[in-house]
């Protein structure tokens, strides 16, 4: 198994600039969710989704829009790009609850690294 | 959801037990104590979790209080390797889906 898989590894954008972070997992979880992270911090939950075509907010929103049109992939996407949302990019998956053994490991990918001009 | 706190940093040497205390005061019946530890930037790494009863793995133990108000990660002989940020969340187990908040966590140096 791949894992939990992330493209690109790095990305710089212009003010502006629409774009897609692409995560993809293969292990057949349901929950998948996306975090970013500022120097220094914790991880921020944006949005998350706990099956194909079912998709909430998370803390920070804001300037973001996800899909969920299958269980292995969750798209995230940049409108319009502003120097704020520099920050590092987190996808991660698990089981729902109660599935697998009982508890919900995450499991992450390696990370966008985003930079906005 | 359950807030929690951490101290910022610790220290401690190699080949003692590096003991990470965790404050979860409003924590609610059904939550769950987790601990993630995120190395050098990579993606975070799922470590342990509890409910009630102290739980021991490969990796590590977790203490939880009788009043489940605090927990204490416990890694028995911390090596260099274990030098990362080490995070105490507790998640919210909603109907349909959950939330998992993240806090600031705490930074681990492990010296030589």
């Known amino acids: 198994n791949a894992g939990v898989t992330q493209t690109p590894k790095f990305q710089v954008l212009k003010t502006g600039q629409s774009m897609t972070l692409q995560c993809a997992q293969d292990?057949?979880?349901?929950?998948m969710s996306w975090y970013r992270q500022d120097p220094g911090m914790g991880l921020r939950l944006i949005h998350y989704?706990?099956?194909?075509?079912?998709?909430d907010q998370g803390e920070v929103p804001n300037g973001y829009n996800v899909s969920r049109s299958t269980t292995e992939d969750f798209p995230l996407r940049l409108l319009s790009a502003a120097p704020s949302q520099t920050s590092v990019y987190f996808c991660?998956?698990?089981?729902?609850?109660?599935?697998?053994?009982?508890?919900?490991?995450?499991?992450f990918g390696p990370g966008t690294r985003l930079t906005v001009l | 959801d359950a807030k929690t706190t951490q101290p910022p940093s610790m220290d401690c040497a190699e080949g003692r037990a590096a003991n990470l205390p965790c404050n979860h005061s409003?924590?609610?019946?059904?939550?769950?104590v987790y601990w993630y530890r995120q190395i050098h930037s990579q993606g975070p790494q799922y470590i342990i979790h509890g409910l009630k009863n102290n739980e021991t793995n490969e990796m590590a133990s977790l203490i939880i209080t009788e009043d489940r108000k605090s927990s204490t990660l416990i890694l028995p002989h911390a090596t260099l390797r274990d030098t990362a940020v080490y995070y105490c969340i507790v998640r919210t187990r909603n109907t349909g889906g959950f939330k998992t908040i993240f806090g600031a966590g705490t930074r681990l140096f492990v010296k030589a």
């Open positions: 409003t924590i609610s019946g059904n939550e769950y």
């Open positions: 991660a998956s698990s089981y729902p609850t109660g599935v697998a053994g009982g508890h919900n490991e995450q499991f």
């Open positions: 292990m057949n979880h349901e929950y």
């Open positions: 989704s706990v099956g194909a075509g079912i998709t």
